[in-house]
């Protein structure tokens, strides 16, 4: 069973931005659509971005509209979401998912439930 791994967290400041990674730690046999997600303490998860197998859609929640990027480095096999000009309410658990049993090559995909492997998690922390 293939896990994915988030890296690149940490402790910035306002204004201050980060790139995290999500990469398999072990084969994978195919492009899935990959999502980001966060949950901040008691809150639930929520979307942050989300790109097609392909590399070639992607969306966006409105918080993070115009200031996070997600893309896709198919060489690498490893999804990024650059994040810049970060806000204290971006503070969250950062989380890369996977929807294996989704094999459309532009769909992007925003519900947590139609993901089914997730990684452990990266802290990404903004003070003001």
């Known amino acids: 069973q293939v896990q994915w791994v988030e890296s690149g967290g940490g402790l910035v400041h306002t204004g201050d931005s980060l790139r995290l990674s999500c990469t398999p730690s072990?084969?994978?046999?195919?492009?899935?659509?990959m999502g980001w997600f966060r949950q901040a303490p008691g809150k639930e998860r929520g979307f942050v971005a989300a790109?097609?197998?392909?590399?070639?859609?992607?969306t966006y929640a409105d918080s993070v509209k115009g200031r996070f990027t997600i893309s896709r480095d198919f060489a690498k096999n490893t999804v990024y979401l650059q994040m810049s000009s970060l806000k204290p309410e971006d503070t969250a658990v950062y989380y890369c998912?996977?929807?294996?049993?989704?094999?459309?090559?532009?769909?992007?995909?925003?519900?947590?439930?139609?993901?089914?492997?997730w990684g452990q998690g990266t802290q990404v922390t903004v003070s003001s």
């Open positions: 072990g084969r994978t046999f195919g492009l899935y659509p």
């Open positions: 998912a996977a929807a294996t049993s989704v094999h459309s090559a532009t769909v992007v995909l925003t519900a947590t439930r139609e993901y089914d492997y």
């Open positions: 790109i097609s197998w392909n590399g070639g859609t992607t």
